[in-house]
């Protein structure tokens, strides 16, 4: 089923220089590019984000890192697009994600991990719609 999700390239990735080869394996995963905005999210931004944390120990630590610079948020659509870019992100642990994928690859620890991805068609569309207009979404 084509379903849309939301993807980030964190702070710490745009930061390193990287989200150039995390797009590039983007694109030859066969991930159809719909919207892309270059944000740099106050703390407040951060914390509606990522509210279903709140309750985290790590949600005050996780919400200022994603302050620490600009992050590439980016629209992708495709079959089990959800999953299929989960999967492509590897585990949330660096230390834990499977050879071959984006944060085994880029990711510097648990917190500054790289990427971002919605985890279910409800959140996806909560998250889509969190940084992007219709009318910045671009359908194929
Ligand atoms: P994301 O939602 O960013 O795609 P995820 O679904 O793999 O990642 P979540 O459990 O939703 O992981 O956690 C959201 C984010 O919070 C993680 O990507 C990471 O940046 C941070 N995080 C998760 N667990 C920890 C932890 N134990 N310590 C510090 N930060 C954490
Ligand atoms: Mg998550």
Redesign the pocket.
């Known amino acids: 089923m084509t379903e849309r999700t939301l993807a ?1 390239i ?1 702070p710490d990735a745009v930061a390193k220089g990287v989200a150039g080869q995390i797009l590039s394996r983007i694109e030859q995963g066969g991930f159809t590019l719909l919207a892309a905005k270059l944000i740099h999210l106050s703390h407040e931004q951060a914390a509606g984000f ?1 509210i279903v ?1 709140r309750e ?1 120990p ?1 949600y005050g ?2 919400c200022s ?1 994603m302050t620490t610079g600009p992050c590439l948020a980016l629209v992708l659509e495709g079959d089990d697009v959800i999953r299929r870019w ?1 999967d492509l ?1 590897g ?2 642990d660096p230390a834990k994600a499977a050879p071959g994928t984006i944060r085994r690859d880029f990711a510097s620890s ?4 790289a ?3 919605s ?1 279910s068609a409800e959140s996806a569309a909560f998250e889509v719609s969190y940084f992007f207009a219709a009318l910045e979404i671009c359908p194929r």
């Open positions: 980030i964190k990522y944390h985290r790590f630590s996780l890192f989960r992100m585990a949330t648990i917190e500054s991990n990427v971002h991805g985890d």
